[in-house]
T-cell receptor
Framework: KQEVTQIPAALSVPEGENLVLNCSFTDSAIYNLQWFRQDPGKGLTSLLLIQSSQREQTSGRLNASLDKSSGRSTLYIAASQPGDSATYLCAVTAGANSKLTFGKGITLSVRP | NAGVTQTPKFQVLKTGQSMTLQCAQDMNHNSMYWYRQDPGMGLRLIYYSASEGTTDKGEVPNGYNVSRLNKREFSLRLESAAPSQTSVYFC?????????????FGQGTRLTVV
């Protein structure tokens, strides 16, 4: 059974800091990995999708990397801003049944 | 461009009442999903539909039924609501299979069972 872990559960950093959010998964035979952002009381917004054949994806100040062999992905946020405060979730798809398995998320607070 | 639309956004039910949560997507996706989100438990899959005409159980299917009405719509029904079903419910869709299958989520239905 695929398990996805995100540690720590919460993180507080000062504005301007570069930071890395970690995601680990137990079954390395994944099809893809997706990072989401969730604001309080809102739905999930897709940030980046990394295909199994890719090593990284970039969107603006965000960069996500994937190391299948070690079962890890990282989301790098450059020059963090208070508006980046949210919960960040990763989800993996493994197997032919199309199910996404989620980590419990990392709640990020960026202090002005 | 609406994406994934869920109705209602909020609902309060009494124990034993029934209701149907509606989900519709306008992206021509073949796969659709229902998740629930609870504090400390994360997002857990209830049911999913890999393609029109098929549905399968996820991690926590007990107490729920689903209907894939057509390619656009996937509904979730609570036949006899229980307080343990108080949660936030999310619908998602994507095209599957494919490495590029990006999932999109609705804004959620916040359900309270009293």
């Amino acid at each position: 059974k695929q398990e996805v872990t995100q540690i720590p559960a919460a993180l507080s950093v000062p504005e301007g800091e570069n930071l890395v959010l970690n995601c680990s998964f137990t079954d390395s035979a994944i099809y893809n990995l997706q990072w989401f952002r969730q604001d309080p009381g809102k739905g999930l917004t897709s940030l980046l999708l990394i295909q199994s054949s890719q090593r990284e994806q970039t969107s603006g100040r965000l960069n996500a990397s994937l190391d299948k062999s070690s079962g890890r992905s990282t989301l790098y946020i450059a020059a963090s801003q208070p508006g980046d405060s949210a919960t960040y979730l990763c989800a993996v798809t493994a197997g032919a049944n199309s199910k996404l398995t989620f980590g419990k998320g990392i709640t990020l607070s960026v202090r002005p | 461009n609406a994406g994934v639309t869920q109705t209602p956004k909020f609902q309060v039910l009494k124990t034993g009442q029934s209701m149907t949560l509606q989900c519709a997507q306008d992206m021509n996706h073949n796969s659709m999903y229902w998740y629930r989100q609870d504090p400390g438990m994360g997002l857990r899959l209830i049911y999913y539909s890999a393609s029109e005409g098929t549905t399968d159980k996820g991690e926590v299917p007990n107490g729920y039924n689903v209907s894939r009405l057509n390619k656009r719509e996937f509904s979730l029904r609570l036949e006899s609501a229980a307080p343990s079903q108080t949660s936030v419910y999310f619908c998602a869709s994507r095209h599957w299979p494919g490495d590029k299958a990006e999932a999109f989520f609705g804004q959620g239905t916040r359900l309270t069972v009293v």
